[in-house]
């Protein structure tokens, strides 16, 4: 699956943001998918994920409240809206399909997703 993200941009805090991933292919629907993102000087860490059945959502504890993923799979895309955005939400976000299909858990890791967007930066003014 090839994976084209955007939506990123400059927004002051306390702004808000809605990341888009469409992708390619009949598959889609059989991925779990996940939004990560990179930091400068920073790894990259998971950030949300959503099952392929759209079921089981998970969230890193810092943005917990404040970001939403979900999914279409008519559209074939993922979307990460971004609320309360903090200067320490600046990264370089990450769209990512899991390695496995109809997968029953996936991880957090990077190296449990196969296939990657190019990402879509994202600056937060204080």
């Known amino acids: 699956v090839q994976l084209q993200a955007s939506g990123g941009g400059l927004v002051q805090a306390g702004g808000s943001l809605r990341l888009s991933c469409a992708a390619s292919g009949r598959t889609f629907s059989s991925y779990d998918m996940g939004w990560f993102r990179q930091g400068p000087g920073k790894e990259r860490e998971f950030v949300a994920g959503?099952?392929?059945?759209?079921?089981?959502?998970r969230y890193k504890d810092s943005v917990k409240g404040r970001f939403t993923i979900s999914r279409d799979n008519a559209k074939n895309t993922v979307y990460l809206q971004m609320n309360s955005l903090k200067p320490e939400d600046t990264a370089v976000y990450y769209c990512?399909?899991?390695?496995?299909?109809?997968?029953?858990?996936?991880?957090?890791?990077?190296?449990?997703?196969?296939?990657w967007g190019q990402g879509t930066l994202v600056t937060v003014s204080s």
């Open positions: 990512a399909a899991s390695n496995a299909r109809f997968s029953t858990f996936y991880g957090t890791q990077p190296t449990d997703f196969g296939s």
């Open positions: 959503i099952s392929w059945i759209g079921g089981n959502i």
